[in-house]
């Protein structure tokens, strides 16, 4: 019998990629996507849509109850810089969603969850430089507080209670076909915007800030094959590190302007996400998702750069 499965958050940057991915692999009919907002794309005319808030149990139960998912993917979260604004918000959305979700995956024998974490769950006191699997982590944004406490619920709920969770530590993404949801590295999605609109762009992070990165490509990719592996090959229960490429501001204008020759960047000082990110990697040490289940980008900062201009350009 076919398995269906939930996609919790699929109006995000991630969930409206990665709800057309699942489709074309289970088919359209088993893939329901699952948001607070109805989406106003082609995913809500190509396969089951249905409104779930994950803090509101009895409607979050009726949807179990409704289709006994096999899979479940739990997208929906408060980022980095939206969750500074309102770190109630964010800590009760991203913790008890959670905690939520996995009692009922529980209650209704869903046989696989996956919950993404981020380099968020990082601090000023954890190595910058390819940061390794485990380290001190001493998160200091309520999104990097609540997503730290995750990967232990997580981790306690796989060992505790037998539940097959599965987790990525997600550098920043980026994606020509969704718009960036709140996050500290959004600056190199509206890059690539501006630079097409305007020919010039502001940055909120400073010329020489090194984040990690991943085009939206690899980060499903990964997401998928991470949750096809065979159990036995997952052996890391929290979240796993994932790297893609990591570049600066001004890495990024330089391969921009290979393209586009006129393009400017000017910068600005006074943005609280500077300090957000200055806390953060400037890349990741990802041995362990590559040699548990063979993990391997295909996308660099050139190749990424020619394929966002490309699509949004057709766009």
Known sequence: MPENILVIGSNGQIGTELVTELRSIYGSSRVIACDIRRPDY???N???????NVLEKDKLKAVFQKYKPKQVYLLA????????????????????????VLDFALEYKTAKIYWPSSIAVFGPNS????????????????YGISKLAGERWCEYYFQKRGLDIRSIRYPGLISWK???GGGTTDYAVHIFHDALKKNTYCSFLSANT????????????????????????????????????SFTPEMLTAEIKKQLPNFTISYTNKDP??????????????????NDWSWKPKFDLSKMTEDMLHNLKSK
């Open 46 to 52: 190509a396969g089951p849509f249905e409104f779930v």
């Open 273 to 290: 996400r500077q300090a957000i990110a200055n806390s953060w990697p400037q890349s990741i040490d990802d041995r362990q998702a590559q």
């Open 42 to 44: 082609d995913i809500k």
């Open 210 to 245: 090194e984040l990690p990165m991943m085009y939206m490509d690899d980060a499903i990719r990964g997401t998928i094959e991470l949750m096809g592996a065979p159990a036995e090959h997952i052996r890391i229960r929290s979240s796993y590190n994932l790297a893609g490429m």
């Open 178 to 180: 969704a718009a960036p």
């Open 77 to 100: 979260a408060l980022l980095s810089a939206t969750g500074e604004e309102n770190p109630n918000l964010a800590w009760d959305l991203n913790m008890n969603g959670l905690l939520n």
């Open 127 to 142: 190595p910058q430089n390819k940061t390794p699997q485990y380290c001190i982590m001493d998160p200091n944004t309520v």
